[in-house]
T-cell receptor, first 112, second 112 residues
Framework: SQQGEEDPQALSIQEGENATMNCSYK?????LQWYRQNSGRGLVHLIL?????REKHSGRLRVTLDTSKKSSSLLITASRAADTASYFC????????????FGPGTRLSVLP | EAQVTQNPRYLITVTGKKLTVTCSQN?????MSWYRQDPGLGLRQIYY???????DKGDVPEGYKVSRKEKRNFPLILESPSPNQTSLYFC???????????FGPGTRLTVL
């Protein structure tokens, strides 16, 4: 079964708007990561948040983590057409942090 | 340039014909993984390796083999491919003490 589940499955917004994607997971984690994938290409790491952190920022990205609800959100502020991509959350399931589980992803379209 | 390379990038084959997809990284990373990506299912981990001669099953290991004889290489072997192994495959690596995965460009495999 999927550990991570992103929501919504697809999101379409105008350039300049903010985009929020959510991720839920089922078991305890050491950390949660967000990745971006441009159509059919390799994933690119965006940001990692550890289980003892609640919020993290990186440029226009803001990630929150609520371990009590087993959920995370990724906020992209002032979106650009170049942000059009699929976004995935990934969680680790073992103490070594290498047994990863990815959700099915959110497809973000930013319209010019 | 730090990178993960995969070969071939595209492959069309027939049921039962053994094939190997190579993966190589030049970052001296300890950890390497193989994933398959299917529409609506996100990425699913096939196998991962913590170091040379140390491999472990991910979520979907059936029908696949791996080996880690050298630190930089982590080939994926399909002894007898079947049509349900038609997918987009990604190799990834991670440095020790880190969780950020570096992904290869992907191999699109079609089994007829």
């Amino acid at each position: 079964s999927q550990q991570g589940e992103e929501d919504p499955q697809a999101l379409s917004i105008q350039e300049g708007e903010n985009a929020t994607m959510n991720c839920s997971y089922k078991t305890s984690i050491n950390n949660l990561q967000w990745y971006r994938q441009n159509s059919g290409r390799g994933l690119v790491h965006l940001i990692l948040i550890r289980s003892n952190e609640r919020e993290k920022h990186s440029g226009r990205l803001r990630v929150t983590l609520d371990t009590s609800k087993k959920s995370s959100s990724l906020l992209i502020t002032a979106s650009r057409a170049a942000d059009t991509a699929s976004y995935f959350c990934a969680t680790d399931r073992d103490n070594y942090g290498q047994n990863f589980v990815f959700g099915p992803g959110t497809r973000l379209s930013v319209l010019p | 340039e730090a990178q993960v390379t995969q070969n071939p990038r595209y492959l069309i084959t027939v049921t039962g014909k053994k094939l190997t997809v190579t993966c190589s990284q030049n970052m001296n990373h300890e950890y390497m993984s193989w994933y398959r990506q299917d529409p609506g299912l996100g990425l699913r981990q096939i196998y991962y390796s913590m170091n040379v001669e140390v491999t472990d099953k991910g979520d979907v290991p059936e029908g696949y083999k791996v080996s880690r004889k050298e630190k930089r290489n982590f080939p994926l072997i399909l002894e007898s491919p079947s049509p349900n192994q038609t997918s987009l495959y990604f190799c990834a690596s991670t440095g020790e003490g880190r969780n950020e995965q570096f992904f290869g460009p992907g191999t699109r495999l079609t089994v007829l």
